[in-house]
Structures are given as structure tokens and as C-alpha cells.
């Protein structure tokens, strides 16, 4: 792409109104950053990936209100998390976290457990403990 065909749509609720860069050529035929206003296609696809998000996020807090997972999964997915990464944030071996997952294996775990997922997942303790009753809480 050329720097005059960088796409400079005027779309609504792009970004807030901060610009984006994309890398584009120039006259030299050397890439450089060019600000965009925003493109359609990136809105939209943008839109329908945080919309697939929200839902996860949804489908696993009902999960968890219907006792079929524990709070973690609800956390590890609104941080957009897998076992692998949160446990090395936490400092747990990855088995563990997944088998964390389980409604009757989280409510076992000790305090200290918890406040290594707390700490990693940025939350406080209590608010581990639970989910949000409706998705309007977060």
C-alpha cells in the first residue's frame, strides 16, 4: 500500500479519535508511518471480534452461575487468559490451574492459592470468589 491509499474513512467509534498508524511506502519506496483516521473494514472487523469476546465472557459466567465452572475460568476469560499463561503469571504449574477450573477443586484451594490468582489476574481476593450476577456488574 502507497502513502496516498493509506484508507482515511471517517468512521464513528473508531479509537475515540485517536488515529492509527499503518505502515505504508513512500516515493522512495521505503515504509513509513502514516496516520489513518480508520478504514471500515478494520471498525468492523474490530467490532465482531469484541463482540465474539463479550460473548465468551458471557456463555463462561453463565457457566460459572450454573456451578459447571469456577469463578478462575470467568477471570481467566475477561483477561482473555489460557492455563499456560496464567499460571506462569501466578506461579502454578498449568495442570493445576485447569483442574482449578472445577467448581469443587476451587473451593478447596487455600488462601495463599488464591492470592497468587488474585495478584495475577489484578483483582482482590473476594471478587475471585464470585461473578458478577448480571453482565451489566463488570
Keep these: 500500500m502507497k502513502v496516498n491509499e493509506v484508507p482515511q474513512d471517517d468512521v464513528p467509534d473508531y479509537s475515540e479519535g485517536i488515529?492509527?498508524?499503518?505502515?505504508?511506502?513512500?516515493?522512495?519506496?521505503?515504509y513509513v508511518?502514516?496516520?489513518?483516521?480508520?478504514?471500515?473494514v478494520d471498525e468492523l472487523t474490530n467490532r465482531l471480534a469484541f463482540n465474539e469476546y463479550k460473548a465468551k465472557v458471557e456463555e463462561t459466567r453463565k457457566a460459572v452461575l450454573e456451578g459447571k465452572k469456577?469463578?478462575?475460568?470467568?477471570?481467566?476469560e475477561l483477561r482473555q487468559m489460557i492455563p499456560k499463561f496464567l499460571g506462569k503469571t501466578a506461579g502454578i504449574a498449568t495442570f493445576r490451574v485447569k483442574r482449578h477450573l472445577r467448581p469443587e477443586i476451587f473451593a478447596k484451594l487455600k488462601e495463599s492459592v488464591l492470592d497468587s490468582y488474585a495478584k495475577a489476574l489484578e483483582i482482590t481476593k473476594e471478587e475471585l470468589k464470585t461473578v458478577p450476577h448480571n453482565s451489566q456488574e463488570r
Design 19 to 30: 488515529k492509527k498508524g499503518n505502515y505504508a511506502l513512500d516515493d522512495q519506496g521505503k
Design 70 to 76: 469456577s469463578p478462575l475460568a470467568y477471570y481467566m
Design 33 to 40: 508511518m502514516v496516520p489513518s483516521k480508520g478504514w471500515d
